[in-house]
């Protein structure tokens, strides 16, 4: 089945500055990436996916990057704030509604 | 509009007994996901009910059932509880296949805690 692994698992950055978190994937078959941020006490919230026909895809602060032939994919969070620290989960599926399988995710701590 | 909503919150069971949660999906959805999270760790996948048939099954013993109503909301059963079944049960989401059948969203889950 698929695996997905997910560096760094903690990633501490000062305010303002980028903070990039990486992710494999083991199956080729798999065509759909969302990163999901989650809070302290709270279920996964989606903040960003691409699709496997997309190499990049950009909203605001944050940015992904798919690379299907090293397939990987990663996060890039620029000017980051106290607010952006939770823990980053990345996940990938092979269909649409399909099972997402999870990568293990990313505390990442944002210091004033 | 509201979002996935999950009850209880918490939950304190012991061993070998049953437990059931319950999911009700974002307004306009119609498939449900159930995950489990350990501590530390990310969603596992349990199941995905659809038109209320299991559609989906991960790595989950048969002591893991479920059920989904015809509103789509939906029922997680877990018979014969273990310790190492404490974790956060997530749901999630999605919206009909004619429109973005991508994004899943996620309910704010069920701390289960089995002692």
């Known amino acids: 089945g698929e695996n997905v692994e997910q560096h760094p698992s903690t990633l501490s950055v000062q305010e303002g500055d980028s903070a990039v978190i990486k992710c494999t994937y083991s199956?080729?078959?798999?065509?759909?990436f969302p990163w999901y941020k989650q809070e302290l006490g709270k279920g996964p919230q989606l903040i960003i996916d691409i699709r496997s026909n997309v190499g990049e895809k950009k909203d605001q602060r944050i940015a992904v990057t798919l690379n299907k032939t090293a397939k990987h994919f990663s996060l890039h969070i620029t000017e980051t704030q106290p607010e952006d620290s939770a823990v980053y989960f990345c996940?990938?599926?092979?269909?649409?509604?399909?099972?997402?399988?999870f990568g293990g995710g990313t505390r990442v701590l944002v210091k004033p | 509009d509201a979002g996935v909503t999950q009850s209880p919150t918490h939950l304190i069971k012991t061993r070998g007994q049953q437990v059931t949660l319950r999911c009700s999906p974002k307004s306009g959805h119609d498939t449900v996901s159930w995950y489990q999270q350990a501590l530390g760790q990310g969603p596992q996948f349990i199941f995905q009910?659809?038109?209320?048939?299991?559609?989906q099954r991960g790595n989950f013993p048969d002591r893991f059932s479920g059920h989904q109503f015809p509103n789509y909301s939906s029922e997680l059963n877990v018979n014969a509880l273990l310790l190492g079944d404490s974790a956060l049960y997530l749901c999630?989401?999605?919206?009909?296949?004619?429109?973005?059948?991508?994004?899943?969203?996620f309910g704010p889950g069920t701390r289960l805690t089995v002692t």
């Open positions: 996940a990938a599926s092979k269909a649409a509604g399909n099972k997402l399988t």
């Open positions: 199956d080729s078959a798999s065509n759909y």
């Open positions: 009910y659809y038109e209320e048939e299991e559609r």
């Open positions: 999630a989401s999605r919206p009909p296949g004619r429109r973005n059948p991508y994004e899943q969203y």
